[in-house]
Structures are given as C-alpha cells and as structure tokens.
Nanobody
Framework: QVQLVESGGGLVQAGGSLRLSCAASGRTFNNYAMGWFRQAPGKERELVAA????????YAADSVKGRFTISKDNAKNTVYLQMLSLTPEDTAVYYC????????????????????WGQGTQVTVSS
C-alpha cells in the first residue's frame, strides 16, 4: 500500500507558474510509475503527464506540452509537476497516481492502469 499526498496547488494569475508535489509513503518509490491527472468542473478526468519508474521516459499531453514538466525524485519519494505559462483552461483539481511495477522505461496513460491515487489539489488560474 502507498499513500500519496499532493501539495502546491493554489490561485495564480494567467501567465504564472506553480509546482505541484506528490509525496509517497509506503513501499519503494522506484517501483512506481507515476502520473498526473486533472479534472475540470463538468469534464472528465484527463491525463496531464506521466513518467516511468526510473524517470527515463515521460509523456505530456498536447495541451500542456512545452509548458508542464513531470519529474521524479526516487530519493525523496516525490514526483513533481512544474507548470509554466498557466492559462484559465488549466484550472482543475490535479491528482497524482501511482502504478506498482510495470515495465521499466514505460509510462502509463490510462486511469485504470494506476493502483493508487492522491486526494487532489486545486489549481485555479485567473484571467
């Protein structure tokens, strides 16, 4: 079992930046592939970014590519989402998710592929 706790959300003006953190406790963090998802009001939850167990492979959705960066620090049991040039369309609750094991070097894009979820952190971008 692993517990995930997100932090770093808040209110920011358009064009601003935030860094979300997701701290994991429990089993060895380097056994987990990680993902960041978000859910805006009235919309389905969507994948924002994902990273492989060792951090060697990563993915960013087209809507955030070039603005958001996912990174994983196995020594600190933490995954980050650096968000730059935020727009009101980025307003959502952001969730981190963990998948135990899986293939090294592979990231995962589907919600059903993740075993554990955090409680979410709100990001609000004002225009």
């Amino acid at each position: 079992q692993v517990q995930l706790v997100e932090s770093g959300g808040g209110l920011v003006q358009a064009g601003g930046s935030l860094r979300l953190s997701c701290a994991a406790s429990g089993r060895t963090f380097n056994n987990y592939a990680m993902g960041w998802f978000r859910q805006a009001p009235g919309k389905e939850r969507e994948l924002v970014a994902a990273i492989s167990r060792g951090g060697t492979s990563s993915y960013a959705a087209d809507s955030v590519k070039g603005r958001f960066t996912i990174s994983k620090d196995n020594a600190k049991n933490t995954v980050y989402l650096q968000m730059l040039s935020l727009t009101p369309e980025d307003t959502a609750v952001y969730y981190c998710a963990a998948r135990l094991m899986g293939f090294p070097g592979r990231y995962y894009s589907k919600e059903a592929e993740y075993n554990y979820w955090g409680q979410g952190t709100q990001v609000t971008v004002s225009s």
